[in-house]
Structures are given as C-alpha cells and as structure tokens.
C-alpha cells in the first residue's frame, strides 16, 4: 500500500460556509460569498475602485450554509476514518477565523452522545463523535482484538496543558502549574511527543464522551464581540488503535493507526473583538502562532529549504501532518457576511495555498505480539525507575541504571572516534599509493600527445580536400536553389496571372449583369416620360378651367359686397334720423318726470306733518290711560289679597280633618290584614299534613307490592325447580321400559308447566305494572296538589305582605301629600302677597316710563319734521342737476353717433373702391397665371428625345473556368519528360512548346 505515496499525496482541503447569525440578519448584513457544491467553487465579491470583482477558489469539497454535520462527515471524514483503522497516521483539523463555526463542526452542539435505543447520535454531533462512533461500531463488527487510547491536550500561550489529568493536578496552584509544564520533544523518527501527557485506555465509545466533556470543560474559552463561547486556545484530541491481527501461519501482529482531530483557536482582529488586557495578549498568541502555520504552509508550497517548524509549538505538533507521513484533511470555516471579508480572503488564500502541500504517508509498520509487549514492559520499566527517581530525588532525578546506560554509551561513542581515526592514518596512505600512480599515467598521456599531433596533421590534409568538395557541393546546391526559386516564381506568377483571369471574368459577368438592368430601368424611363406628358396636358386643361371659375366667383363676390355696403349707407341715414326723434322724446319725457318728482315730494310733507299731529294725540291718550290702569290694577289686587285668606283658612281646616280619617284607617286595615295572615298559615300547615300522610300510605303501597311480587316469583321458580327433579328422577325410573313414551309425556307436561308458569308470571308482572302505575299517578297527584298548594299559600303570603307594604306606603304617601298641601298653600299664600306688591311697584314704574316714552316721542317727531323739510330741498336740488346732465349726456351722445355714421360711410365708400381695385388685380394675376402655365407646359417643360447614339443590347460570350484553367503549364514533370524527348532525338522544338501569352485565347475570343 505505501507503493501508492511514493510520489506524495496532496493534502486534502475542504471548505465550509456557516449560515448567517440572528444579528447577521437583524441587520441585514450583505452576503459575499457564494458556493456551488457541484462544481466545488466559492466566488467571494468584493468592491474594487468601484468595480464589482468575483474571486473564485476552488478545494476539493464545498459546503455551503445549508449543509448538515451528516453531509461533511459522510462525504470527507468516513474514509478518513477507514484509513486509520487500515493503519495510517490521520488529522483532520478545522482552520478559520474566530466565530465561523470551527468547534461546532469538530465537536458540535452536544459532547455527550444522547443516542436512543438504537444509538444514534444527534443531528448537531460534529466530526468527533461522529468518529469515535463509526471506529467502535467498525471494531465491534470486525469483532477483532484491540485496544484504544485517546490523549487531549490544549495550547494555551504556547503552554502544553493535559486536559485529561487528574484533578488534583488541576487544582495546583500557578506555581505548581508552572513546574507541571508538559515538554515537547522530539521522538527520534522526525516526529514530536509531548512527555508526561496523559493516556486514558477506553472500551466504549460512551467513555471518550465522557472525556471529552470533562476535557472541554477545562478548556479555555471567553465571549468577545465576534462570538459569544470562543475559544482561546488550540486543542488537539488524539486517538490511537491497536487491532490484533493473525497470519496465515498463525503468528499474532499488532496494526497501529492513529486519528489526529485538532480545533485551532480562530485569528481574529483585536479592534474588532474588543479584546483587552489579558483577552488581547491571548488573541496576540493566538494570532502569531496561526502566522507560524500560515508561513510553514508558504515554506512548503514553495519548497524552500528551511522549514520553519520550530516556530512555534502549534507548527511542531502539526509537523508530521504538514509534509510528513500522516494523511491530513484541513476544513477550512468562513462567514458570508461582508464585514468577514478580509478575514474571508485570508482564510481562503492560505486554504487555497495548502492545496498544494504534498504528504508520503506510510502505513505503520505492524508489529509482533510478543515484541510490542516486550517494548510495553521495557517503558513500563523505564517510566518505574523515572518516577521513583522523581520521588527519591537522588542523582539527577535519573535512575542509575539509565545512567550507567548513558555512560556507557557515551564511552562506545568514544571508542567509536577512535576507530574513524585509525580509518583516516589508512585513507591517507592509500591517497600518496594513488598519488604515484598518478604520475605514471601522466607520462604515459605524454607519449599519446605526441603520436595525437602526427595523427592531427594527417586529420588536416583530408579535411583540407573535404573543405573544396563541399565547397562544389553548395555552389551545386545554391544553382539548383537558385532554379527552383525562378520556377516557384514563375509558377505563382502563372497562378496569379489565372486567378486574375477569374476575376475579371467574374467582373465581366458582373458589368453584363449591370448593362442589362440598365437597359431595363432606360425602358422604364420611357414609359414613366410617356405617363408623366399625358398627366402636364390634362393638368394644363383643368388648370385653365380652375381658374376661369375662379374669377366668375370673384367677379360675384364683389358685385355681392357692393350691394351690401349700399344697404349699409341705408340703414347709416335711417339710424340718424330715429335716433335724433328719440332724443327730442327723452328731453321731453325727463322734465315731466322732474316736475312729477316735486309735487310727490310736497305731498310726503303733508302726509309727516298730518302724522305728527296725530302720533301727539295719542301719546297724550297713552299717558292717561295708563294712570288709569294702574289704580285699577291696585285696587283689584288688594280685593283678591282679601278672599285668599279666607280659601286658604278653609283648606287648612279640611285637610287637618281628612289627616285624621286617613289615619285611623291604616290602623285598622293592618289589624284586618293581620288575622287573615294567621287564618291562611294555619290553613296550609293543615293541608301540608294531610300531603305527607298521603305519601307515606303510597310508599308503604309500593314497598308491599315489591314484596309480593318477589314472594311469587320466588314460588315459581321453586315449583319449576322442584317439578324438574321430579320429572328427571320419574324419567330415570321408567326410562328403561317405555322411554319414547315417557319422553313425550314428559316434554307434553313439561310444555304445559312451562305455559302455566309463564302465565303466572306475566300474570303478576301485570299486576304489579299496574300497581306501580296507581302507586305513581298517586304520588304524582299528591306532588302536584302539595305542589299547587305550595305555590298557593306562598302566593298568598306575598300578596298579603306586599298589600300591607303597599297600604303602609300609601299611607305614609297620603300624610307626605296633605303635609306638602298644606306647605305649598301657605307658601301660594306668601307669594301671593309678593306678586301684589311687585304688581304695584312695576305699575308707577310703567305710569312713569310711559310719559317718558310720550315726551321723547314727540321731541323725535318735531325733529324728523325738521330733517324731511332739509332732504326734501336738497332732492329738489339733486334732480334739477341730474336731469340737465342727462339732457347734455344724450345731446353728447347723438353727436358722437352722428360722427360714427359718418365714419361708416366713408369706410363703405373706400371698401367700395378697394373691391374694385382687387376685381382688377384678380382678373390680371389669372390672365398672369395662365399665360404662365401655358409657358411652362408648352416651352420650359420638355420631353426627352432620342438621339440615335444609345448603344443596342446584345450578348457577349464569356470564357469558362475550364478554358482558364487550360491555358496553365503543364506540370515539371512532364515538360521534363517532353523536353528530353524532343532534345534526344535533335529536333527542333515545334510551335506547339512556343513560348505563348496565358490569356492568348482570351484575347482571341
């Protein structure tokens, strides 16, 4: 199998793309990466100078968001897996920045397998739990011998912790700690081992969980900005299987494989985490030794001669994965989200670099039963005498059997350099052997020299003469260089001269082509010209007629407005003349009204004046007849003061008697009211007593009935039972002699009995049916009288309380009554003398406002007498004015009408004589036009005429390809051969090989 590696074997990268976070997309945050599974690309955009730029990276797999923890681990870890347990060194180890989900993919969200009862794992169960199950259900189906063991150790600040130690090592103090520190050393095979670490031997894969758990619990993590659980620190889970194997010739070997499972810490940017303090100088580790790896996996690419390994620890951990004999898988987490970008590209570079790393990996050597268990006690041994020199603290806390060991192997060691000393004295004499016989071969090479000259002289001469023969020979082959260019040139000159042949055939077909659809399109012509002298001449025809029906139509148009602006002068004078005789109309008519206006206004000045003597008069009558009025009104008041008293006496005395009456009433009517409630309780508790008796004598009834019924039930089926045994024990007697006989006889009285039994208990079912239904309808007619009567008496009951309530009421609401009569007269009483004293007081207030009204009434009518005397001069005065400014506005008014007239008929007169300068100008202009068109059809617009010169058509022959193609040479050959035909027989050359023009006949034709 390790034939396979010899040339290396790439190692394997794998890409993941975690979906976005809940605040990835809170935010909306954009998406930058893009993966095709299929095709196992990821495009990562990014804005460049404004430009929209796709990287696009290819790996091996491809996972994008959507893949599950199943989907990795079927496609890239189970053959992995197989591997180890085929006996290779293996790991797999997740790469990426912080938060891309590099634990939940090597771990994920559950630690400890809660499988069911068929032991499957969690959906979220990353590549390790994945792993230790699919190794044990292997193992167990293989039902083979084997033993593993797991180790789990963290990096922490370049400090190697044992997640697996015991917990007293655990709870050290720093110090302690510090003295704890596990070593890295080397192991001799170009490996590492880490001295001191814990190995847990386990059986299950229930245990490794267990481990695991306790193992992460110790591992350090913290929350940043970036993500919420990160890890601190690297972590690197070992697992190493022993299975026993057996050989055909029954020896037992040991296979040895080894599955590495490493989580990095993710690079992470410290501006961004929020790092600080201690969390800041762990990011700083974190970050330099993941730049370690990254310039390793540089160095490697590259192949450059110094690995820097010793860098750092993660890099001397990983050194046998990285360029070694171990198989290694890396499984590269990124984030989509465009604020990982830079993150992103690195990650994807130095995944995409690491493509390139080439591992030998080897499968471990197997070894023998017996010599594994010899190594095994041999370090058991060894790590014994360690420990007990370690608790002794003697020497240099070295058992003395190891240092005897060392010493002697360092006195070997000695004794070896004295040997290679001795070596060196031997090697030495053998260089001065050498060196002697050096020199006889020198002088030995001497004598060749010689006889090489006298041989060289000799090499001289003939190449002197092998000079002048090729010397002729490429003066040879320049003259036949020189013949063969002059016949290539000719011959392309030849082909050029037939391809230009062609060509100008083609353009010949062309050009006969082009001349006939000339001769096509002059024919058109001819026929459009034709077409075109038949349109001017019957367009020159209907041009005359147009315009000769134009000018009819003018010549009437102005003999039409001639007449109009005739009519218009005509109704010009008539317009005067009205309008002068209804001028004369409206003066006359105005001073009529002027003078109406006047008299109507003295005869308003009467009408004031007679209503002011009258509106004095009665304010005087007014005044009197409200002095009147008021001492009637006094005098009737105190009459009705008078007669209120007395009604008021009267009523007080009647309703202090009816208070009395109504009084003696109530009491008499709640003792009444009493007695019948008494009556009435007596009444139903008799009748209740009765109802009871009645139901107690229909129970008894009822419980006797039950009783019956059961008594001849029971009867009956004790005959039954008894007729039965007789008639069995009658049958056995008899049964030997008449048994036909006595069977029938037995069935006839057996039917009997049976209808006879029947009978009865239906009988008695009957009876009692019908006993149960007296026994119900009594007690359901006792029910409902005692029901009844229930709701009688409690009918009754409340009818009686609610008649004394509602007597009591009304009692108490008649003395409320005759208390409010009596409050409400003596309150009438006092308002009543109120209301007479007010009617007095507003009567002399009204007497007195009246005569003031009165007075002011006639001081208003004087002054109105007054104003109508003011405004009736100043109207006189208005319409004297306005009227003659009318008369001016109608005389002003005629005027400029009179000159409007006289405008219109001047204009009438102009229009009149441009009419007639326009008829002149018409009838010249059409004389002009047709005058013109008759010069343009008959003179200007001209015809073409043939003049005889036009070529006639005719068909030209054209030369074929063929007759081209058979004007070329013939071939070398053949003029060759005819050549010296013709020069061997002494012949002159005929005038068929004459030099002749290739486009001879061409010409001919």
Not at 382 to 390: I, P, Q, Y
Not at 844 to 856: D, F, G, M, N, P
Request: proline share 2%; with cysteine.
């Amino acid at each position: 199998m390790s034939g396979r590696h010899e040339k290396g074997v790439n190692v394997q990268v794998l890409l993941r793309c975690r979906p976005f976070s809940n605040d990835e997309v809170k935010n909306n945050a954009p998406q930058v990466v893009t993966c095709n599974e299929y095709q196992r690309e990821v495009a990562v955009s990014q804005s460049i100078a404004g430009k929209q730029i796709d990287r696009v990276f290819t790996f091996d797999k491809v996972f994008g968001p959507t893949a599950q923890q199943n989907d990795l681990y079927e496609q890239a870890v189970i053959p992995i897996v197989h591997e180890v347990l085929e006996g290779f060194n293996c790991t797999i180890f997740a790469y990426g920045q912080t938060g891309t989900g590099k634990t939940y993919t090597m771990e994920g969200e559950c630690k400890r397998s809660k499988s069911g009862p068929n032991g499957e794992l969690p959906s979220e169960a990353g590549v390790i739990p994945r792993s230790v199950k699919q190794i044990f259900d292997t193992l167990e189906g293989q039902n083979a011998e084997y033993s593993v063991k797991v180790t789990f150790l963290e990096l922490y600040n370049e400090e190697i912790t044992d997640l697996l130690a015991p917990e007293e090592i655990s709870k050290l103090g720093v110090e302690d700690k510090q003295k704890k520190q596990l070593p890295l050393m080397e192991d001799g095979k170009g490996g590492v081992l880490v001295r001191g670490l814990e190995e847990e031997i386990v059986t299950s894969a229930s245990e490794i969980f267990t481990l695991l758990e306790r193992g992460s619990a110790k591992r350090r993590t913290a929350e940043t900005l970036l993500n919420k659980q990160s890890s601190r620190s690297h972590s690197l889970f070992s697992i190493t299987i022993h299975i026993k194997e057996s050989t055909p010739e029954g020896e037992e070997l040991i296979k040895c494989g080894k599955l590495n499972l490493v989580d990095l810490a993710g690079s992470e940017n410290i501006s961004r985490s929020g790092a600080r303090e201690g969390r800041a100088r762990e990011a700083g580790e974190i970050n330099k030794s993941l730049l370690t790896l990254g310039r390793v996996i540089n160095a490697l690419v590259e192949h450059l001669g110094h690995i820097p390994y010793r860098d750092s620890k993660l890099t001397r951990l990983l050194r046998d994965s990285l360029g070694g004999r171990t198989k290694t898988c890396i499984i590269a987490t990124v984030s989509p989200a465009v604020h990982c970008l830079e993150e992103t590209l690195s990650t994807l570079d130095y995944a995409h670099r690491a493509k390139n790393i080439k591992n030998k990996p080897e499968v471990n050597q197997k070894m023998m039963k017996t010599t594994l268990i010899k190594d095994l006690y041999g370090e058991i041994e060894r790590l014994k005498a360690e420990v007990h020199a370690s608790r002794e603290k003697s020497g240099v806390y070295l058992p003395k059997e190891r240092y005897y060991q060392e010493e002697m192997e360092r006195k070997s060691m000695a004794d070896q350099i004295e040997q290679m000393g001795v070596k060196i004295e031997n090697q030495q004499k053998q260089f001065e052997e050498l060196q002697t016989q050096f020199n006889a071969r020198v002088e030995e090479c001497t004598d060749l020299s010689n006889k090489l000259e006298s041989t060289q002289n000799n090499l001289n001469q003939t190449n002197k003469v092998l000079a002048s023969t090729e010397d002729t020979l490429k003066r040879c082959q320049y003259a036949l260089k020189e013949r063969d260019f002059i016949i290539y040139e000719q011959k392309k000159a030849e082909n050029a001269l037939a391809h230009q042949a062609c060509v100008l055939r083609s353009d010949l077909e062309k050009a006969l082509q082009d001349n006939a659809s000339l001769f096509m399109k002059i024919a058109r012509e001819d026929k459009l010209n034709a077409g075109n002298r038949s349109v001017v001449n019957k367009f020159e025809s209907e041009l005359a007629r147009d315009v000769g029906s134009l000018c009819n139509m003018v010549a009437a148009s102005i003999s039409q407005q001639n007449e109009q602006l005739q009519c218009i002068e005509k109704f010009c004078h008539t317009f005067i003349n009205v309008n002068d005789k209804a001028i004369t109309d409206l003066k006359k008519k105005v001073s009529a009204s002027r003078n109406l206006y006047i008299s109507h206004i003295e005869a308003l000045e009467n009408v004031v004046r007679l209503h002011k003597a009258s509106a004095n008069g009665s304010l005087e009558d007014i005044s009197a007849l409200a002095s009147s009025n008021a001492r009637s009104v006094e005098e009737l008041l105190a009459e009705e003061a008078t007669e209120g008293h007395a009604i008021f006496d009267e009523l007080h005395g009647s309703l202090s008697t009816q208070q009395g009456e109504i009084a003696l009433f109530a009491r008499e009517l709640r003792k009444r009211y009493n007695v019948s409630i008494h009556h009435t309780t007596s009444i139903s508790e008799f009748i209740h007593g009765i109802f009871d008796k009645l139901m107690e004598e229909s129970k008894e009834l009822g419980t006797h009935a039950n009783q019956v019924d059961e008594i001849q039930t029971k009867s009956i089926e004790e005959f039954q039972k008894a007729y039965e045994e007789q008639s069995k024990c009658d049958a056995q007697k008899l049964i030997a002699d008449v048994t036909s006989l006595v069977s029938n006889h037995i069935n006839r009285q057996k039917e009997m009995v049976d209808a006879r039994l029947a009978g009865i208990r239906e009988t008695a079912a009957g009876s009692k049916t019908v006993l149960d239904g007296h026994v119900s309808s009594i007690e359901g007619i006792t029910t409902d009288a005692k029901r009844k009567w229930q709701e009688f008496s409690v009918q009754a009951e409340t009818d009686a309380k609610d008649g004394a309530e509602f007597s009591a009421a009304k009692h108490c609401r008649i003395e409320l009554l005759l208390q409010k009569c009596v409050d409400t007269t003596e309150m009438a009483l006092k308002h009543s003398k109120k209301t007479h004293e007010s009617v007095t007081d507003m009567g002399r207030k009204h007497v007195s406002a009246i005569e003031t009204l009165v007075r002011s009434a006639s001081e208003s009518n004087e002054h109105h007498d007054a104003e109508i005397s003011f405004a009736r001069a100043t109207a006189e005065e208005d319409v004297s004015k306005n009227s003659m400014d009318i008369i001016k506005h109608m005389e002003g008014t005629s005027q400029e009408e009179q000159e409007a007239v006289c405008g219109i008929l001047e204009t009438t007169k102009a229009q009149g004589v441009v009419l007639e300068s326009l008829r002149e100008d018409h009838s010249t202009q059409s004389a002009a036009i047709q005058q013109k068109a008759s010069d343009t059809f008959q003179q200007k617009y001209m015809d073409y005429e043939a003049s005889g010169e036009t070529p006639v058509r005719c068909e030209n022959d054209v030369p074929s390809k063929m007759s081209i193609e058979s004007l070329r040479a013939m071939p070398m050959e053949s003029l060759v051969e005819e050549f010296r035909e013709n020069h061997s027989k002494g012949l002159k050359i005929s005038a068929a090989t004459t030099p002749r023009s290739p486009l001879a006949e061409i010409n001919n034709q």
